[in-house]
């Protein structure tokens, strides 16, 4: 998608070398090529749902020198999570789970997560801080976010060992 095919390019700049896992569901393989054409580095591009645990431990087992994972995967449309609120609990939480048991059983303990700020629900102010309480979500998307995030606090504690960036904002515009 938009933001993870800008993050790649960046990390790649600054030599990182890159795994990208897509459904394809926000964005189209032509970003493999873009990236190339900005980066002049071809990514390992695989076609993966994360929802989809086997292809996904296939990828971990063929890359096992993977170290961090930045974790964009989710649908993101607020009013198409009210319309369809259990597909977006099963997409988003279960893809998660997945994502973070494939990372477990490889000893991957480094994951950035793209929540949102919808996490804060209606705020009491603005601009938000990172420090304002979350919760009373307004929608299942913010919800989703919300859950997933209880989650990596709930593996944090019993696997202190692994280092857990989330990511909070409002929708991202802009170019390359």
């Known amino acids: 998608g938009y933001i993870g095919s800008?993050?790649?390019?960046?990390?790649?700049?600054?030599?990182?070398e890159v795994v990208v896992v897509d459904?394809?569901?926000?964005?189209?393989?032509?970003?493999?090529?873009?990236?190339?054409?900005?980066?002049?580095?071809?990514?390992?591009?695989?076609?993966?749902?994360l929802l989809d645990k086997e292809k996904l431990d296939e990828i971990f087992k063929n890359h096992p020198d993977i170290e961090d994972v930045i974790h964009f995967a989710g649908a993101k449309a607020v009013g198409e999570s009210v319309q369809i609120p259990l597909w977006y609990y099963?997409?988003?939480?279960?893809s998660s789970i997945n994502l973070l048991n494939v990372m477990m059983k490889y000893g991957v303990r480094n994951i950035i997560f793209s929540s949102s700020a919808t996490v804060y629900g209606n705020p009491k102010r603005v601009p938000?801080?990172?420090?304002?309480?979350v919760g009373g979500?307004?929608?299942?998307?913010?919800?989703?976010?919300?859950?997933?995030?209880?989650?990596?606090?709930?593996?944090h504690k019993v696997h202190p060992e692994m280092n857990i960036a989330l990511l909070r904002y409002f929708n991202p515009i802009g170019a390359n």
């Open 6 to 16: 800008h993050t790649v390019v960046e990390l790649i700049k600054q030599g990182y």
């Open 23 to 49: 459904n394809l569901s926000n964005s189209k393989e032509q970003m493999v090529d873009q990236i190339e054409s900005i980066t002049g580095v071809r990514v390992k591009f695989y076609k993966v749902d």
């Open 90 to 94: 099963e997409n988003n939480i279960m």
């Open 128 to 133: 938000i801080l990172e420090s304002d309480k």
């Open 137 to 155: 979500t307004t929608n299942p998307y913010g919800t989703t976010k919300l859950v997933i995030e209880g989650i990596l606090k709930d593996v």
